[in-house]
């Protein structure tokens, strides 16, 4: 059964008054003429015995190429005569085939005389049928001559068929991947050449001389077949490929590539890549890719570049199997002058925590320590964003390098509660951290500010309050109300106090919570101008709350000193009978001298002076002052008469 059919033009040259054009099916161009008429002409300058027949490849104009067979014209009677029958193939239309081209030799027909021409007048039609020979060492050997050695060359044979198979297969089953000014030929007695260029690869008699061939001069001379032990991987990795699908798949992975890796100097480097990143398999990656770029190719940069490039237009995908993000963020750091346009690190950032969490959390502990690195900002930062804060504990294991680096970078995962279970130094250099993040969204902050309060067995609240100023005032009062009694409240107390508003609004919040309002108007500055906040209504419900049958000696001397200010600063008038309560118990502590010495130097500020004879006199400035305001009640009719007369 007959398969794919392509018609193929013909040209038919020989001896005629010269050495010429004879017939062909179609009109040449002036050049391609000139060109198939200096190549068609015997190849040297006598005949060789096993040369007697031989094939030329070669290019013409308009993407197309000529496979030629020569034969020596013993039947004419002028010495050096040649036959040559020259098929000239549309490159497009043999670029579908595979190794099914035997039938190709069929085409090739010697004129029995110089008037049997008819049949080169007519285009031939070629079938694809039988696959054609080709012997794996032979094949394996003018691939390593092809794309392993400098052209043009050479090689010295005992005749002409000995690899005819293989390098016509090449020339046209794997034209594409050969420079587009290859040619050949197997039979050539003297040095080949068309415009002072010899053809790439040559096959020569043994017997003919080097210096015939200009070895040396404008050609190379390849070594013999039978003294090459062994090739390299990548020919036998090209040979297996052929076997498996006449490279289909590696011209896939090649043809993306630009101009410069489709040479014939970078076709084994392209293959190793290939071979050696996994493509063939279908098992490669990005950084398999990359590293053994840098392995295989002299301009890693240029190289590395091409495969980014060529990756981020997603053309590897048919070649990727499973992608080592870990390891291809490790190739990153490690190759910093890589174009970061050509790859988003975020992604890979994030791909690699979904799918390789171990990993992900080895290179994190890794690259902390990495200072002079651009990408290392980039990615911690990545982290910081996208690790959920339950798995905060677990990725670090709370080493401290690794917890402070990812909380400057996201101060949320301060609420972490293990941190605060860690050693005094390890949470206050955690608190320095958070200092350093900079502002933070204020719900944020109270979070925080609650966890280390609620689980920290250390006192932090003057570190705290260095790092966060009052944005932390509202969780200290929280706590304060709580009521615990542990180490911290002294410090919380002594910070609030200069909280003047937020110990208002507490105040106001509590009126009804005796225990609230005691532990409050201990820590409330009632000298404040700010106290007047506290309206008569407020002080009313306060002193109503706090005095009740139980209140002890201490809770009434404390609620009267808070609220003796009040009474004397308000700009409204407060209640005679708290008035007269707050009165009568300072006095008394005045008279008796158990009123706190700094708390009478900030009431004697607020008080009337009297003369400097009596200024030793502190329950007259007191009575004074009440008097001033209008409060009459008993203590303050009374005379003003010295205490140690009465």
């Known amino acids: 059964m007959k398969g794919e059919k392509i018609c193929i033009d013909q ?132 691939i390593w001559c092809i794309w392993g050695n400098e052209m043009p060359a050479v090689i010295f044979a005992e005749n002409s068929f000995i690899y005819q198979n293989e390098l016509i297969y090449l020339f046209l089953i794997q034209n594409d991947l050969l420079e587009t000014d290859f040619s050949f030929c197997t039979g050539s007695v003297s040095l080949r050449s068309y415009d002072n260029q010899p053809l790439k690869l040559q096959i020569a008699p043994r017997k003919v001389s080097r210096s015939r061939m200009f070895i040396g001069e404008k050609a190379y001379e390849i070594r013999d077949e039978k003294m090459i032990r062994s090739y390299p991987i990548w020919v036998n990795k090209v040979y297996d490929n052929i076997i498996l699908d006449d490279l289909k798949d590696f011209k896939k992975f090649r043809r993306g590539f630009s101009a410069q890796y489709k040479k014939a100097e970078n076709f084994s480097s392209l293959v190793k890549l290939y071979v050696a990143s996994n493509a063939d398999r279908k098992e490669t990656s990005l950084v398999r890719l990359l590293e053994m770029a840098c392995v295989i190719f002299e301009d890693r940069k240029a190289v590395c570049q091409e495969i980014l490039s060529l990756n981020k237009s997603n053309y590897f995908k048919n070649w990727i199997g499973e992608e080592e993000c870990v390891e291809t963020i490790k190739f990153f750091l490690d190759n910093t002058w890589l174009d970061q346009s050509l790859f988003n690190i975020q992604e890979w950032v994030i791909k690699g925590f979904n799918s390789d969490y171990l990993g992900t959390k080895n290179l994190f502990k890794n690259i902390i320590y990495m200072d002079d690195n651009y990408l290392v900002e980039k990615i911690l930062k990545v982290y910081a964003d996208i690790l959920p804060q339950s798995k905060f504990a677990d990725f670090t294991d709370l080493e401290y390098d690794g917890c402070s680096t990812l909380i400057i970078l996201n101060p949320r995962f301060a609420v972490c509660s293990e941190l605060w279970k860690q050693s005094l130094g390890y949470q206050q250099g955690i608190i320095n951290c958070l200092k350093m993040a900079g502002k933070e969204d204020v719900s944020i902050i109270e979070e925080i500010v609650g966890t280390i309060l609620e689980i920290s067995q250390n006192d932090l609240v003057i570190n705290l309050y260095k790092a966060y100023g009052k944005d932390c005032l509202k969780e200290f009062w929280e706590y304060l109300l709580l009521n615990k009694k542990d180490n911290k409240m002294v410090s919380i107390k002594n910070i609030v106090k200069n909280d003047i508003h937020g110990g208002i609004k507490n105040i106001k919040k509590n009126l009804e919570d005796r225990k609230r309002l005691l532990l409050l108007i201990d820590c409330v500055d009632s000298y404040n101008p700010e106290i007047k906040e506290l309206r008569e209504n407020d002080i009313t419900k306060l002193f109503s709350t706090v005095i009740s049958l139980d209140c002890n000696k201490e809770e009434r001397e404390m609620l009267a000193e808070f609220l003796i200010p009040i009474c004397i600063m308000a700009d409204y008038t407060v209640p005679l009978y708290i008035a007269e309560f707050s009165f009568h118990i300072v006095n008394n502590l005045l008279a008796t001298q158990s009123f706190p010495e700094r708390e009478w130097e900030k009431l004697e500020k607020i008080l009337p002076e009297v003369a400097f004879y009596n200024s030793w006199d502190r329950c007259k400035r007191l009575r004074k002052g009440f008097k001033k305001r209008g409060f009459l009640f008993k203590g303050i009719k009374e005379e003003d008469m010295p205490v140690h007369l009465l």
């Open 11 to 142: 040209a038919l040259h020989g001896y005629s008054k010269g050495h010429r054009l004879l017939c062909a099916s179609q009109k040449l161009g002036d050049s391609d003429a000139k060109k198939m008429t200096m190549l068609s002409d015997l190849s040297g300058n006598e005949f060789v015995k096993g040369f007697e027949e031989y094939y030329t490849g070669y290019r013409l104009s308009n993407d197309k190429i000529v496979l030629a067979c020569t034969w020596y014209a013993n039947e004419m009677s002028r010495p050096g005569c040649v036959w040559t029958h020259s098929l000239i193939i549309e490159l497009k239309e043999i670029r579908n085939y595979n190794r099914d081209i035997n039938e190709i030799f069929s085409l090739f027909r010697k004129p029995s005389s110089d008037n049997d021409l008819a049949y080169y007048e007519q285009k031939i039609e070629f079938y694809e049928g039988k696959k054609i020979e080709l012997n794996e060492e032979k094949l394996k050997y003018i």
